[in-house]
C-alpha cells in the first residue's frame, strides 16, 4: 500500500515571495506522482504529473515540482507567488500497475498568499 | 465544453432519508470514480467504475450505493444506512488504456462537487 505525507497543513506566504510545498510518499513499489489544486468550493485541477523521465516536472501556473527518490519525496515549488495561488494543493501517489483507482492522496496543504 | 457535471451543487438530507448525487461526464471516458472530502482529511475513494455495468467498491462504500447504466452517468445514493454523511463530494473520471497495465499514469478529472448537509 501506499501513503502520503504532506508536511505542513497550512503555509501562509507574501505574495511574489518562493514558496515550497512538501510532500513525501511511502510505497514498496514504483510510483507515479501528482500535484492536484482546488480552490474555494470547487473541484481538482491537476497541476503536474511525474511519470518519468527527468526529474524536475513543469506544470501549469508557474508550478514544479522535483522527484527525489532517494528521499521519496516531491515536493512542490514556485518562484514568485500571486494572490490568485491562494486554494488548498494535494500531492497524490498511484503505483505503476493497476488503475488510477489505486490513487492516494495526501491530507492537503492550504497555500494562502498574503499582499 | 467538456466535462463533469455535478448536481446539486447543495444538498440537504434529513434523518432516515436517501438522497441521489448526479454525475455526468462528456469526456468519453470509460473510467468514473466518486470521492468523499472531508476538512483536513484529503480524498476518499467511495466507488468507482471502469465500464459500464460495472463497479467496485472503495475504501468507503459502506452506506452509499452507487449505478453504471451509461457511459455518461454514475449516480450516488446517500442511504441512511450513512452515519456521518455531511461531507463534499467529489465525481472524477479518467481514460482506460485497455490492453495495458500502465493506467495509473492517466489524469483524473474532477466535477465542481457537491456539497451534503444533514439537518
Known amino acids: 500500500a501506499q501513503s502520503v505525507t504532506q508536511l505542513d497543513s497550512q503555509v501562509p506566504v507574501f505574495e511574489e515571495a518562493p514558496v515550497e510545498l512538501r510532500c513525501n510518499y511511502s510505497?514498496?513499489?514504483?510510483?507515479?506522482l501528482f500535484w492536484y489544486v482546488q480552490y474555494p468550493n470547487q473541484g481538482l485541477q491537476l497541476l503536474l504529473k511525474?511519470?518519468?523521465?527527468?526529474?524536475l516536472v513543469k506544470g501549469i501556473n508557474g508550478f514544479e515540482a522535483e522527484f527525489n527518490k532517494s528521499q521519496t519525496s516531491f515536493h512542490l515549488r514556485k518562484p514568485s507567488v500571486h494572490i490568485s495561488d491562494t486554494a488548498e494543493y494535494f500531492c497524490?501517489?498511484?503505483?505503476?500497475?493497476?488503475?488510477?483507482?489505486?490513487?492516494?492522496f495526501g491530507k492537503g496543504t492550504k497555500l494562502t498568499v498574503n499582499p | 465544453d467538456g466535462g463533469i457535471t455535478q448536481s446539486p451543487k447543495y444538498l440537504f438530507r434529513k434523518e432516515g432519508q436517501n438522497v441521489t448525487l448526479s454525475c455526468e461526464q462528456n469526456?468519453?471516458?470509460?473510467?468514473m470514480y466518486w470521492y468523499r472530502q472531508d476538512p483536513g482529511q484529503g480524498l476518499r475513494l467511495i466507488y468507482y467504475?471502469?465500464?459500464?455495468?460495472?463497479?467496485q467498491k472503495g475504501d468507503i462504500a459502506e452506506g452509499y450505493s452507487v449505478s453504471r447504466e451509461k457511459k455518461e452517468s454514475f449516480p450516488l445514493t446517500v442511504t441512511s444506512a450513512q452515519k456521518n454523511p455531511t461531507a463534499f463530494y467529489l465525481c472524477?473520471?479518467?481514460?482506460?488504456?485497455?490492453?495495458?497495465?500502465?493506467?495509473?499514469?492517466?489524469?483524473?478529472?474532477f466535477g465542481e462537487g457537491s456539497w451534503l448537509t444533514v439537518v
Open positions: 472524477a473520471s479518467s481514460t482506460q488504456l485497455v490492453g495495458t497495465g500502465d493506467r495509473s499514469g492517466n489524469t483524473i478529472y
Open positions: 467504475s471502469q465500464i459500464v455495468n460495472d463497479f
Open positions: 511525474y511519470l518519468s523521465g527527468s526529474t
Open positions: 497524490a501517489v498511484s503505483p505503476l500497475q493497476g488503475g488510477s483507482e489505486k490513487l492516494v
Open positions: 469526456l468519453n471516458h470509460d473510467a
Open positions: 510505497s514498496s513499489v514504483s510510483v507515479y
